[in-house]
């Protein structure tokens, strides 16, 4: 690649500049792939304190199910009369260009949408379980969505950051070295060249003056 490029002083000076936006970009890249990862670490932590969380919610809810199912018969008459939940939301928040999901749902006062008659405490249990889960479990999916979402991002930024450090800014090195090393070049011989001409001249100048003296 160096030898294809010229070495003017011209092609010097832009190489140097796109060496210096290379170094930039990696710069800007590096800090960027630091904040993502400690945001993904960050949501990390909370999707392993969600999980074992809504596990135990999960169990806790199951066996409040269970125990009304045994006491009631199958309760599917009360699940039919729970609404169904329209107020999830999603919207987004932006960490270094990586658009991160955030989502809400209305976490209204608890409203027994069933009779009293044919249930007892276990239902209002499992029902209470299951409410909790719902949020958790948006809370969840929120959490999981948005480390995907980094970890690609980080790779990606990862991939263009390897491509700067270890192919662009090399290559604008070399190319800079060579226009370096042949401008020195050229000056050293340029040098040489005008030192044998004062040399010539010096010595034609003293044989003129010796050539008029002797006359």
């Not at 199958?74 to 991160?100: F, H, K, W």
């Not at 980080?154 to 800079?176: D, F, G, H, M, W």
Request: glycine letters at 4%; proline letters at 2%; one cysteine or more.
């Amino acid at each position: 690649m160096a030898e294809q490029v010229f070495p003017t002083k011209g092609n010097l000076l832009n190489t140097q500049k796109s060496l210096s936006l290379a170094k930039l970009g990696y710069e800007l890249l590096d800090k960027k792939r630091n904040i993502l990862i400690r945001e993904l670490m960050t949501l990390v932590d909370t999707a392993k304190s969600i999980c074992g969380t809504i596990d135990e919610t999960y169990v806790k809810a199951y066996s409040a199910l269970q125990m009304a199912n045994i006491a009631r018969g199958v309760i599917e008459n009360v699940a039919n009369a729970v609404p169904v939940d329209n107020t999830l939301q999603m919207s987004y928040r932006s960490v270094m260009g990586c658009e991160l999901p955030t989502l809400t749902i209305d976490q209204k006062k608890s409203v027994l949408n069933y009779g009293l008659q044919n249930t007892d405490s276990n239902v209002d249990q499992a029902y209470i379980c299951f409410e909790k889960v719902k949020y958790m479990t948006a809370g969840l999916a929120e959490v999981e969505n948005s480390i995907y979402r980094l970890t690609n991002s980080i790779r990606k930024t990862q991939t263009r950051a390897n491509a700067l450090q270890n192919i662009v800014i090399p290559r604008y090195e070399s190319i800079v070295r060579y226009i370096t090393d042949n401008l020195e070049e050229k000056e050293r011989e340029e040098f040489s060249r005008m030192k044998v001409i004062k040399t010539q001249k010096q010595r034609k100048k003293k044989y003129a003056i010796k050539n008029r003296s002797r006359i």
